[in-house]
Structures are given as structure tokens and as C-alpha cells.
């Protein structure tokens, strides 16, 4: 019976993807006709679009209950995007990093990961041991009101973004182009395909950690956030192979942002979503690996090879931290 749910959950990832896909094509047509430049596409309309799987999937999460996995999702995937994307990138070529996002794009995800951090975690982080302590046990919960706060940010970072690329006077890079009415149309037919795909994998999610023995925080945090987050590596490997580092870049962390306002702040509105132990450590070391990345790039204006491969073992040591502990 477990291989009937891991075929589709397989299924249920390519559908996830092939809507990423078409979520994207159908409103970077649409971006193009405000004039919106390359790194506030890859910023906005990439990054949610891309970020739709893991909307799907906490969102649905959030709907059954299954608080662990709605936190784990968004919180593994940001791990994946930040160390193994942008890892994966810097080694196939050294990557230029643009000064906004220096100084305003990570910045602003090491402090809404630190909000989220002490609005759910709060008090219990000054008695954490990682290494003794139960990380099942409750620490706290992101609550509708955090959830609506969250939302709100996000709004007022769209606005920032946009402010600032009709300062800049950019114009939009060539992407497909579509008619209003074809684009319309492959954005919504991508949203539907994209929810279907994250009924399916949430559902056979818990069934395979049941059956495995898994926790549902331990196969968010590994199996569906690298499911959900393969759209950001396929767009961000073809934009390194076009020469929009601009882009691929910016679709990586602007899927963090989005992964903790938008999704978290959704499925929190929907339901408060409760977080464990697990989860809060797991935050904490994302502000840590986040800000490593930040003096990565800093450095030298860029993220070079030996830094990527760094990044890529630091991945795969949270990761076997997380299986082990």
C-alpha cells in the first residue's frame, strides 16, 4: 500500500511543478505589461508563483489539522532555497549579487523569520537545549492575529518593491508573451492544478509517515519542502543558464519571503497553526544559515563556488541533524 502512495505523491509533486509552470507563465505575461524589470519578477510574481506548491500544501495542511507538516513545509522549503539552490547555482557559476538585495531583501528575511520565531516560540526559547530537550512538545503557535500581521507586511513589501522599481525607471526583461485573456486563463487553470497537487501530497505525506513511522515535522521538513520547492530550482538553474542571476536570485529569497508571509500568514489565518520544539530550532538555525549567507555574498558583491559548495554541505548537515535527533 506505501508504494501507491508514494506514486502519488510523485504525481501529486509533478502537478505541483507543471502549475508552478504555468502559474508563472501566465502572470509574468501579465507583469510585463507594467513594465516590472527582472529582479522584482523574480521577487514578486516568480517567487509566488513558484511558492504556490508550498501555499497549497500548508494551506491544505492547515485544513487537516496537520500543523506539523504547515510549519515544517514552509520552513524546510526556505532551508532548500536559501543553501541548496542558491548552493547548486553558485557552484555551476559564481552568482553577482545586487545591492538591494544586500541591503533590503535579506535583511528583511532574517527579521520576519526572527518575528515569526518570537511570536511563536516566545518565552520557551530561553530554555531550549536542541540536544536533550522532548522536540515534539508544543512551544507555542502562530495565531490568526500573527497570521493577518504577517499578511500585512507582505502587502507593504510588494509596495516597497514596486515603489522602488518605478524610481529606478527599469523596464521589463522579455518573458513569454501572452494575450490578457490566454494569460488569464493558464494563471487560473496553474491555480487549480496547483491546489489538486497539494490535496494529494499532504494526504499521501502523513499516510507514508504513518506508515514509516516518521514524524509529520521530520517528512515536511525533508520529502515535501524538496518536493515543493523543485520549482524554484528548475527556475532558478534555467535563469543561472540564460545569465539572469538577477532573476534567480531574486526568485530565491523572494520565495522565502513569501514562503513566511504569505503561506505561513495564510494557512495561520485559516487556522492557527501550532508549532513544536522541532520547528522552533529549526527557525533558529535558518536565522543563522540566513545571515552566513548575507556575509557570503557581502564579501565580495557575490556568492562564489567554494562558497556554494559550502552552503550545500551545510544543507546536508541540518538535514541529517534533523533525521537524528
Known amino acids: 500500500m506505501i508504494f501507491i502512495y508514494i506514486l502519488f505523491l510523485a504525481l501529486g509533486m509533478f502537478a505541483l511543478i507543471k502549475g508552478a509552470d504555468m502559474f508563472v507563465g501566465g502572470s509574468s505575461s501579465i507583469a510585463t505589461r507594467f513594465h516590472v524589470p527582472g529582479l522584482i519578477i523574480g521577487l514578486t510574481i516568480v517567487a509566488m508563483g513558484t511558492s504556490a506548491p508550498e501555499l497549497a500544501v500548508s494551506t491544505s495542511a492547515a485544513f487537516q489539522g496537520s500543523n506539523e507538516i504547515a510549519i515544517s513545509n514552509v520552513v524546510g522549503s526556505n532551508f532548500f532555497n536559501l543553501l ?16 538591494d538585495v544586500l541591503k533590503r531583501d535579506i535583511p528583511f528575511s532574517i527579521l520576519i523569520t526572527i518575528l515569526t520565531l518570537a511570536a511563536s516560540c516566545g518565552p520557551l526559547l530561553l530554555h531550549v537545549n536542541p540536544f536533550s530537550l522532548d522536540v515534539s512538545q508544543t512551544a507555542g503557535v502562530v ?3 500573527n497570521g493577518i500581521v504577517l499578511v500585512l507586511l507582505l502587502i507593504g ?10 524610481k529606478s525607471g527599469s523596464k521589463a526583461d522579455d518573458v513569454p508573451q501572452y494575450s490578457l485573456g490566454k494569460s488569464i486563463l493558464i494563471l487560473l487553470a496553474g491555480l487549480l492544478i496547483i491546489i489538486a497537487g497539494g490535496q494529494v501530497v499532504v ?26 520547492s523543485l520549482p524554484e530550482l528548475v527556475t532558478s538553474i534555467v535563469a543561472i543558464r540564460k545569465q539572469e542571476s538577477g532573476m534567480a536570485i531574486g526568485n530565491t529569497v523572494g520565495s522565502n519571503i513569501f514562503n513566511i508571509l504569505f503561506i505561513l500568514g495564510v494557512s495561520a ?3 492557527p497553526v501550532t508549532v ?10 535558518l536565522i543563522v544559515v540566513t545571515i552566513i549567507a548575507l556575509i557570503f555574498a557581502t564579501s565580495s558583491h557575490r556568492i562564489s563556488r567554494i562558497e556554494g559548495g559550502l552552503m550545500l554541505a551545510i544543507y546536508f548537515a541540518d538535514m541529517a541533524y534533523a533525521i537524528v535527533r
Open 84 to 99: 541548496a539552490i542558491l548552493g547548486i547555482c553558485a557552484v555551476m557559476k559564481p552568482m553577482p549579487v545586487d545591492n
Open 143 to 145: 495565531s490568526r492575529l
Open 157 to 166: 513589501y510588494i509596495a516597497v518593491l514596486v515603489i522602488a522599481a518605478r
Open 203 to 228: 494526504y499521501c505525506a502523513k499516510e507514508i509517515a504513518r506508515a514509516l513511522g516518521m514524524t509529520e515535522t521530520l517528512i515536511g521538513l525533508t520529502v515535501v519542502a524538496f518536493g515543493t
Open 269 to 271: 489565518t485559516i487556522h
Open 276 to 285: 513544536n520544539i522541532a520547528s522552533c530550532i529549526d527557525m533558529m538555525i
